[in-house]
């Protein structure tokens, strides 16, 4: 599993490591099942501290991405992933609300804003496309 980790970015650590695994989940590059490395390894992996890559997993599982077993370890959940729902909806027009605003702030029309997200979304779910 490749994971880029930019120290110098404003974005927290974990973030980064919790959106890159849900790309990857989105991607198929991870299936419901595949295995993840242990807190422990990921982070000798990665050069960053445990408690850094413990608690992307543990936002990670509870939005139901991924399970932890203590004997299995850390699995994406087998089930799938939660399907949308009004929680998961406000939670969505939260994030968007502030980036929506700011674009169109800086002269974005809706059009523009919307083709761009929809090119987002295919690079993020299509296979073979890069991040």
Do not use: W
Request: hydrophobic share 35%; net charge negative.
């Amino acid at each position: 599993m490749l994971i880029n980790i930019d120290l110098q970015s404003n974005e927290p650590i974990y973030e980064q490591l919790k959106n890159q695994i849900m790309i990857q989940i989105a991607r198929k590059d991870l299936k419901p099942g595949d295995g993840l490395p242990s807190v422990r390894r990921f982070a000798a992996d990665l050069g960053i501290n445990l408690h850094t890559v413990n608690k992307a997993y543990q936002q990670l599982k509870q939005e139901g991405f991924i399970l932890i077993h203590r004997q299995k370890g850390v699995v994406v959940n087998p089930e799938g992933i939660p399907s949308v729902d009004g929680e998961y909806e406000e939670k969505l027009a939260q994030s968007l609300r502030p980036l929506i605003a700011e674009s169109a702030c800086r002269g974005m029309t809706e059009g523009e804003f919307t083709s761009f997200c929809r090119q987002l979304f295919k690079q993020l779910t299509d296979e073979g496309d890069e991040y």
